[in-house]
């Protein structure tokens, strides 16, 4: 990883002295990534139930997912 200081992001939650595992785990760390991971994870969901044969349960279950969103 580069280090790249002059982003207050990284300046604001990495360090040059943390292990790279640590670094990496930093990128979903504050509101930026929190956003970030929600939004990695409606969009692995979204694909599942979207390649999935339809079932009288998907409406229902992309309701709630909408709803869980907002």
């Known amino acids: 990883m580069g280090n790249k200081f002059?982003?207050?992001?990284?300046?604001?939650?990495?360090?040059?002295?943390?292990?790279?595992?640590?670094?990496?785990?930093?990128?979903?760390?504050?509101?930026?990534g929190s956003f970030l991971l929600w939004m990695f994870w409606n969009i692995l969901i979204g694909i599942y139930f979207i390649s999935r044969p339809y079932s009288k349960?998907?409406?229902?279950?992309?309701?709630?997912?909408?709803?869980?969103q907002c």
């Open 6 to 32: 002059e982003y207050y992001y990284a300046f604001q939650h990495t360090s040059i002295l943390l292990p790279i595992y640590f670094k990496i785990s930093a990128f979903w760390e504050g509101q930026e």
């Open 57 to 68: 349960w998907n409406a229902s279950i992309i309701m709630v997912i909408s709803l869980v």
